[in-house]
């Protein structure tokens, strides 16, 4: 009985994680072999040169030219606690819709198989 008083916090965690994903993606399915894919990680690398390192920085650790006066910094995407707690679904719709509140905008023009190569891209970026 005691660990389902342990193991209660746990689900309730992964459920108000899963809930702050819009309920339009929430049946959108992961594509963990692209994910996995080294070709997915460079073109997503491409990509995230091009629309992200300004503001995340080339590392992707915070420290892009642009990371000052900003409404709230830019995430380190290099922080291997922030990678473990957040799922590959909410990277993806953070590309997508942008995160209120923060200065990170949406990239909805882009493709979905290019937010999930960027996705890809920022899961390796885990130190």
């Not at 006066?69 to 990678?83: E, K, V």
């Not at 909805?108 to 891209?121: K, N």
Request: charged share 25%.
């Amino acid at each position: 009985m005691r660990w389902i008083w342990l193991a209660a916090p746990a689900a309730l965690s992964l459920l108000a994680c899963e809930g702050e994903v819009p309920a339009r993606y929430r049946s959108v399915v992961v594509p963990d072999a692209r994910l996995a894919d080294p070709a997915a990680r460079e073109r997503g690398g491409a990509l995230f040169k091009k629309y992200c390192a300004l503001c995340h920085g080339e590392r992707g650790d915070g420290r892009g030219e642009r990371n000052s006066g900003l409404s709230s910094p830019p995430r380190d995407l290099t922080d291997a606690g922030w990678q473990a707690r957040t799922s590959s679904l909410r990277l993806f719709v953070a590309v997508r819709e942008g995160v209120p509140g923060t200065a990170m905008p949406s990239w909805a023009a882009l493709g979905e198989e290019d937010c999930w190569d960027l996705v890809a891209f920022v899961r390796s970026l885990a130190r």
